[in-house]
């Protein structure tokens, strides 16, 4: 994974593989191709906890002439944010280039694999800013380093995982009484490593009565300035409660475990 702003290149052969793209114009003319049907993480959204690397897989169609070569071009998805692929641009690559399959002497089906981690010592890993909304596009780059570059494939999100608690009690409870149900919602700090709360962020208090399978939402409350949850319930029956979040543009959603209580 390669998160840059884009730099520009007088001359020289560019690989897909080697990450240093070019600006288009200051690139010769690239490969007679065309993409389609570009796909990241089978169209959902990116989820990275707070350490470990993920690793997502991404597929695409390149149609080119029949007599180019097609070990002569390399080609790969990229995410990008930013109106175009030019200087002002932040991309993120593959580690490697695309692996591609000729389906006929025009047609090639490819693969590629796009790593994402959280930050460490290198300057192009995840940090909090980059979370959020990333274009679609795909890159051929010729032998000579002329660039292919096409857009308009959609978009995804790069999102903190969230993780999410709930503690209802007492436990058991007499009909009638008052249950205290608390939590507390985190989300994953990629300047830091670790989970950190995640403040204002209104979250639904969710109750399954014992023997159904769905949950109905009681009331939604909002998170304290460290991500904590708590309300009250009267209690009613047997049954499960958790906390609910929807999610955001930057963080994933997430379903709390339930917690049963035993009304007597």
């Known amino acids: 994974m390669r998160i840059r702003a884009l730099v520009l290149a007088a001359s020289g052969a560019v690989a897909l593989s080697a990450l240093a793209v070019p600006a288009a114009q200051a690139a010769p003319a690239g490969p007679a191709v065309t993409f389609s049907s570009v796909k990241v993480n089978s169209g959902k959204?990116?989820?990275?906890?707070?350490?470990?690397?993920?690793?997502?897989?991404?597929?695409?169609?390149?149609?080119?002439?029949?007599?180019?070569?097609?070990?002569?071009?390399?080609?790969?998805p990229v995410l990008y944010r930013g109106t175009t692929l030019d200087e002002n641009a932040e991309i993120i690559l593959g580690d490697d280039p695309g692996t591609c399959t000729a389906a006929s002497s025009t047609v090639?089906?490819?693969t590629a694999k796009i790593e994402l981690r959280p930050a460490t010592s290198a300057d192009d890993d995840l940090t909090n800013s980059v979370a959020g909304t990333w274009k679609i596009g795909a890159l051929a780059a010729g032998d000579d380093g002329g660039l292919t570059w096409q857009a308009g494939f959609g978009s995804t999100h790069i999102q903190r995982k969230a993780t999410l608690t709930t503690d209802a009690t007492p436990e058991p409870v007499k009909k009638g009484k008052t249950?205290?149900?608390?939590?507390?919602?985190?989300?994953?700090?990629?300047?830091?490593?670790?989970?950190?709360?995640?403040?204002?962020?209104?979250?639904?208090?969710?109750?399954?009565?014992?023997?159904?399978?769905?949950?109905?939402?009681?009331?939604?409350?909002?998170?304290?300035?460290?991500?904590?949850?708590?309300?009250?319930?009267?209690?009613?029956a047997d049954g499960y409660f958790r906390y609910s979040f929807a999610g955001t543009t930057t963080t994933s959603p997430v379903n709390a475990a339930g917690d049963f209580v035993d009304v007597q």
């Open 45 to 76: 959204n990116i989820v990275v906890g707070p350490t470990t690397t993920v690793t997502v897989s991404a597929t695409y169609t390149v149609t080119k002439p029949a007599d180019l070569s097609a070990s002569s071009f390399e080609s790969g």
């Open 108 to 110: 090639l089906k490819c």
């Open 179 to 236: 249950i205290t149900v608390t939590g507390k919602l985190a989300r994953a700090n990629w300047d830091t490593n670790k989970n950190a709360g995640y403040a204002s962020q209104s979250v639904k208090l969710q109750f399954r009565k014992k023997g159904s399978t769905t949950y109905t939402t009681l009331k939604t409350i909002k998170t304290s300035s460290t991500g904590t949850l708590k309300t009250t319930v009267t209690a009613s």
